[in-house]
């Protein structure tokens, strides 16, 4: 269950990254709102996983996924560039969130 809210908290981080920069440097309201809630809400669940999980593993899965998640979002829907080395990247940065959620004890 609290690798679960680590996912959950990595993909809230990426919602936070993007509104972030939609909220252009918070002069935009609705994306500062939404860059809050999501940041709020991301904190929040990876302080309860962080209860029972190793912080080192937990908190590279999080920032992984958040990262990963943040540059597809960033490809697909907002027109940042696309190359093969950053797709071998991000793919690599996912297998590295994979391994360490693999390698993460619950206490």
Same mark, same amino acid.
């Given at each position: 269950?609290?690798?679960? /809210?680590?996912?959950?908290?990595?993909? /809230?981080?990426?919602?936070? &990254?993007?509104?972030? *920069?939609?909220?252009?440097?918070?002069?935009?309201?609705?994306?500062?709102? %939404?860059?809050? %809630?999501?940041?709020?809400?991301?904190?929040?669940?990876?302080?309860?996983?962080? *209860? *029972?999980?190793?912080?080192?593993?937990?908190?590279?899965?999080?920032? !992984?996924?958040?990262? &990963?998640?943040? &540059?597809?979002?960033?490809?697909?829907?907002?027109?940042?560039?696309?190359?093969? /080395? *950053?797709?071998?990247?991000?793919?690599?940065?996912?297998?590295?969130?994979? !391994?360490?959620?693999?390698?993460?004890?619950?206490?």
């Amino acid at each position: 269950m609290a690798w679960l /809210l680590v996912v959950i908290a990595g993909l /809230l981080e990426t919602g936070f &990254a993007v509104c972030l *920069k939609l909220s252009h440097g918070f002069t935009r309201l609705w994306p500062t709102v %939404a860059f809050a %809630a999501f940041a709020l809400s991301s904190f929040g669940l990876l302080t309860l996983a962080l *209860k *029972k999980l190793e912080v080192g593993p937990a908190y590279a899965v999080w920032t !992984g996924i958040g990262a &990963a998640g943040t &540059a597809i979002y960033g490809m697909v829907f907002l027109g940042d560039l696309v190359s093969g /080395l *950053k797709i071998a990247s991000i793919t690599l940065v996912i297998i590295g969130v994979i !391994g360490l959620q693999l390698s993460g004890s619950a206490h």
